[in-house]
């Protein structure tokens, strides 16, 4: 487990292709700070879910676009930032869906932030329009008892 704190970055083009890259250096720090294979396709999942979403909404007019990836560990938590300077997201207006509703419709898409939920601890987007967004996401390294 790591008990300092770590930083580490990653700054790539926002393109579909390069969403394996991101997932495999995120999924190397996971790995490294101990997390299972469970928890570890738990975070590419979430990872895979908001680096699409920067990809088709953020950057969906732009061709050049980055996609900063930093991950933060400390004793407590795994914290992967995600952030883009493109158009930003009305996040905080989202609701939760049905899913019995949602699948009785063969609805597709629209599930990328229930999903972030779902697999991660703590969700989080900031949105400074015109200079950036951020989606935080944690994953604790200690399990609850609760």
């Not at 975070?43 to 900063?68: K, S």
């Not at 400390?74 to 609701?95: A, H, M, N, R």
């Not at 990328?112 to 604790?140: F, I």
Request: one cysteine or more; hydrophobic letters at 40%.
């Amino acid at each position: 487990m790591a008990t300092q704190n770590v930083e580490y970055q990653l700054r790539i083009p926002s393109q579909t292709e390069n969403l394996e890259l991101i997932r495999n250096f995120v999924s190397g720090v996971a790995r490294k700070v101990g997390f299972d294979n469970e928890d570890i396709n738990k975070i590419e999942l979430a990872l895979d879910e908001a680096c699409t979403n920067v990809i088709e909404h953020a950057y969906r007019d732009v061709d050049n676009g980055d996609i900063d990836v930093a991950i933060k560990v400390d004793y407590q938590k795994f914290v992967i930032i995600v952030t883009d300077k493109g158009k930003s997201f009305p996040f905080k207006e989202l609701e939760i869906p049905d899913m019995k509703q949602y699948l009785a419709e063969l609805r597709v898409g629209g599930l990328g932030v229930y999903l972030m939920k779902t697999l991660m601890d703590e969700v989080e987007y900031h949105s400074e329009p015109g200079v950036k967004n951020e989606v935080r996401m944690a994953k604790y390294l200690l399990k609850k008892n609760g």
